[in-house]
């Protein structure tokens, strides 16, 4: 059961090169959405999607795009990548919104370094 | 504004010793609230929920929270720490079917051997 998979693990990027974090999940899940950990910040949401062909801002889109052609994969782009983008990033699922008390599975992590 | 507190950053705890991590809230509505845990260089984990019925929920690997309602508290508790559940804890509130999650900045559970 492979769960979420995130790709790559880890990437150094310069400024201003733009790159695709990779998410796809197996579970059937309609419900998914990318983060990012900071030290003492907890996590953040960057953006998410309820279903194919829909996706939404979090907290912290700019500087970020998705689209979520199917149902299995919701890639992250980095359009042009800053410093301040460094961080680990998190692909999560779950079958349903997650505020209606579904547990939210999460890949392995992406640890971004942009130089 | 809605938010989630884990007043510590860091929980230090010997071994075999009963271990807290706290977390309170401020939301609306009734809301649901999750433990997650990240071990290093890892995805987190789901631990336990409330969503309904009993105060005290039991989870993965031994642990159980509370949930109280008056003190807007959901703090996680183990009676025996063990030297591996030494890792990262995230609290995370949800108030109602219609808002994100709201996360915690975690706190770091170090358990001494």
């Known amino acids: 059961n492979a769960g979420v998979t995130q790709t790559p693990k880890f990437q150094v990027l310069k400024t201003g090169q733009s790159m695709t974090l990779q998410c796809a999940q197996d579970?059937?899940?309609?419900?998914m959405s990318w983060y990012r950990q900071d030290p003492g910040m907890g996590l953040r949401l960057i953006h998410y999607?309820?279903?194919?062909?829909?996706?939404d801002q979090g907290e912290v889109p700019n500087g970020y795009n998705v689209s979520r052609s199917t149902t299995e994969d919701f890639p992250l782009r980095l359009l042009s990548a800053a410093p301040s983008q460094t961080s680990v990033y998190f692909c999560?699922?779950?079958?349903?919104?997650?505020?209606?008390?579904?547990?939210?599975?999460f890949g392995e992590g992406s640890w971004l370094t942009v130089v | 504004a809605q938010s989630v507190a884990q007043p510590e950053d860091q929980v230090n705890v010997a071994e075999g010793n009963p271990l807290t991590v706290k977390c309170t809230y401020s939301?609306?509505?009734?809301?649901?609230l999750f433990w997650y845990v990240q071990y290093p260089n890892r995805g987190l984990q789901f631990l336990l929920k409330?969503?309904?019925?009993d105060n005290l929920v039991k989870g993965s690997y031994g642990f159980e929270a509370e949930f109280n309602k008056s003190q807007t508290s959901f703090h996680l508790k183990k009676p025996s720490a063990l030297v591996s559940d030494s890792a990262l804890y995230f609290c995370?509130?949800?108030?109602?079917?219609?808002?994100?999650?709201?996360w915690g900045a975690g706190t770091k559970l170090i358990i001494k051997p």
């Open positions: 999607s309820v279903g194919a062909g829909i996706t």
């Open positions: 579970m059937n899940h309609e419900y």
């Open positions: 409330y969503i309904t019925g």
């Open positions: 999560a699922s779950s079958l349903a919104v997650q505020s209606s008390g579904n547990t939210i599975y």
């Open positions: 939301v609306s509505g009734n809301p649901y």
């Open positions: 995370a509130v949800t108030p109602d079917s219609n808002y994100q999650l709201i």
